[in-house]
Each structure stands twice: as C-alpha cells, then as structure tokens.
C-alpha cells in the first residue's frame, strides 16, 4: 500500500469543507484543509449571514413606520451605512475565527495557500511550492457571482461580493439580474431608501418558483417602489462624471450611481489542475460526481456548490456529512436532494418546500390546488397593505402534499416545520386533521379547505 502524508486533503474552507474537514478529523483521519482566502466561505464571509444582516438593517424602516398604528412614534431614527457596513465585519469576522478554532480543536491542519492538483493524489500548494500527497482529495471550492464580462463597461458593476463593502450607499441602484440574489439585494437597497431597479432577460423574477409566487412577490415589490423592467438586461454601463449611464436591451438608458449583477453564479474549477488529474467536468464547469460525492477520479470526491448539484449552505453541509459517512465510517450514504426547502429573503420573504404548481403537472398531470391570500393581522393595524400568500400542491389521487409555497413574513419560518410534513409524505387530511394555533399566519396552512383549482 501506497504511503500517503494525509488521509484526506479538503481544497476549499467553506461550509462544506469545514464540516467534512472537522468530521473526517474526529474519525481519526489525518486532515489538512487548504483556503487561500478567510475560512468561511461564501455563506460566511460574502453571502447568507452577512445578506442576512442587511436583510434585518433594511426591515426596520417598515417596521417604524408600523409603529405608529400602534401608538409609537419614532420620528428621531435614521440610517448611518457604515455602521452597518463595520458591524457585520466584524460578525463575519467573528464566525470565521470560530470556524477556525473548531478545525483547530478538531485536530485539522490549516494552510493558508491556494491549493492545486498535481495529479490524482498530490496537491501543490502555490505560495510554498511544497506538493504534498492524500489518500483522497476533497474539492469543496465552491462558486462565485458572474460578472457579465460580455457587456461592454461592465467591469464598472459590483456583484454581490462587493456590495457588502461599498465605501457609500447608492441613490440610485440598477440591479441586474432575477433569482434569489437579485430580488434580496432589490429589498435591502430598497428598504434602506435606495432607488432601485431590476432589470432581467424574462418575463418575471425568480424563475424556478411556483408562478403565483413569482406574480406575488413582483407585484409586493413595485407596490413598495422597486422598478421593475423585464426583457431588458445591460448591454452597456459608461461611467460620467457623477454616474453611470446604462443603456438597456429595449434602448432605455437610465442613470444610476451604481449597477449590480446579479446575473447567476458559476463553480470556482478554473485553474484547479482538475482536468490534468482526469477530473470530469460538467458542461457548465462544474465538478461532475455521483450520488456519493465521487467524481471520474477514485482518489476525487467533490460537495457544495462546485458540483452545481443544488446550491445551497445546509445542502453542502449535509453532503460533507454523508462524505465522511460513506469514506471514513463505512456507512455508505448519499443525501438525498429532493423537497429541499428554499427561502429567499425578500420583501416579502418567501419560503417554499417541494414541487410548484408547473413542476407538479408535468410529473403528475392533475393536481389539486390551495391557496388563500390575506393581511396579516399586525398590517392591518399598522395600515401596511402587504399581503401575504399560502399555497398548498396536493396528489389528486394519494392527496400528498407535494409542495408548499408561502410569500409573507415569516415564511421561512414556517417553511422549515412544513418541509418536515412534505418529507414524510404526510396528506392534505392530516394537515387538515392538525388543530390550528390562533391567532398566526401559520394557521392558514391547516385551514385551506376549498380547492381553488
């Protein structure tokens, strides 16, 4: 047998790299994980907690304004973007030292350098020169934001990397872009008094969601102010004096203090050295692997977002976790990627679990349908007409649930106990036969009788 200086060898101190790292550490491997920015990753660092955050920072002008229909008047409040901008530094900073110090207590050697394949079990670290080898290697590098390269003047945007560390806040912002990161930052900006503009290639946001969703959520952020303008992506950003000029698809141009793209994002593969070891890579460059995480290379595995499986935190989380079950327990096992719940942290939020509506037709034909709208309580007293939607995707023969759709605060909430019911495969009679807790929005969800389709 081969002598190797380490068990397992993680590129990447993401969310996925860190809990297969820590997990292979405990078991007894010897583990050494290589990151060549702050540990963290994308979710820590530039994306789900610090958007979070913002998410909160931009809710409160809503929330004043509601007060008052409750007797409170905050006429003294005002919004200072760099105290926003350091506090969230330094949380993220915060959750990376932490991160740091459970691979440190877990037993874990961390490098700083960015680390490389020279073959199929030899990893080259680039600041050092030194090549070590492992017994298995663990692509955990994750994505990053696509920076619309074909569009002429587009290195004068920002992506959502650079967002969170503008020097100032925009007056005016043209985001560009229609899934989840687009319609959250049109939120944040928005909720923090910025003029703000999507601008996307299709008919409606959020592509993938259930269309009376998608409707909803389009139709709450126009009412609150955000410009809408479909079928009109960039096609050039000139910079003037004191603006940017951006012409769109439709011949539009619109002056703005900043652009953002929000156009997708792409697996971090380029320059990997994994097509020199015989890594097989997808069409859209991403690491392809098998139910266990195992690419075209035995000594090769690969979770998160590099293997644009479903690209979400909790996901890359429960992949290194079935990783290390299946490499260093002997427990094969492979996560099962179906009736995932999703959010996104809009205004308003939604949370959503299983099929849509589409989807549901085309796999079963029929579906049964259940959906309310209504003003919850505490809007009606505080004169704010944001309305939420429930929507329930049921088996016209076995009545499962099959999907569940809520845009309205706390959806994703109430999406994570619903996601529970749609995994178990529970019906639309035991729903029905749970008792409703009044007064919350929740209870909606167990009191939707009438079919509406």
Known sequence: MPQFDYDLFVIGAGSAGVRAARLAAMCGARTIIAEDDRIGGTCVIRGCVPKKLFVYASEFGQTFHDAKGFGWTVEWARFDWPTLREN????????????????????VEIVEDRATLADANHVRLTKSGETVSAERILIATGGHPLRG??????????????????????NRILIAGAGYIAVEFASIFSGLGVETTLAFR??????GFDDDVRAHVQGELERTGVKIIPKAIPTEIVQLENAKLVTLANKAKLEVDQVMFALGRAPNTAGLGLEKAGVRLTDRGAVAVDAYSHSSVASVFAIGDVTD?????????????AFVET???????????????????????????????AEARVRHGDVHIYKTTFRPMKN???????????????????????????????GPEMIQVAAIAVKAGLTKQQWDATCALHP????????MHERSK
């Open 202 to 207: 299709g008919d409606m946001i959020l592509r």
């Open 440 to 447: 919350t929005a929740a209870e909606e969800l167990v009191l």
């Open 309 to 321: 499986r479903l690209q979400l935190t909790p996901v890359a989380i429960r992949e290194a976790q």
């Open 380 to 410: 009606i007293v505080a004169g704010n007409d944001q309305r939420t939607l429930m929507k329930l995707v049921v088996h016209p023969k076995d009545q499962r649930v099959l999907g569940v759709h809520i845009a309205g605060p706390d």
């Open 88 to 107: 969230v530094q330094d949380e993220v900073a915060r959750l990376s030292r932490l991160y740091r110090r459970n691979l440190d207590k877990a037993g």
């Open 149 to 170: 390269d074909a569009i002429k003047g587009g290195d004068l945007a920002i992506t959502s990397n650079e967002a969170f560390l503008i020097d100032e806040l925009p």
């Open 327 to 357: 490499e260093f327990t002997g427990r094969p096992t492979a996560f099962d990627h179906a009736d995932v719940p999703h959010a996104v942290f809009g205004r308003p939020p939604i949370g959503a679990v299983g099929l849509s509506e």
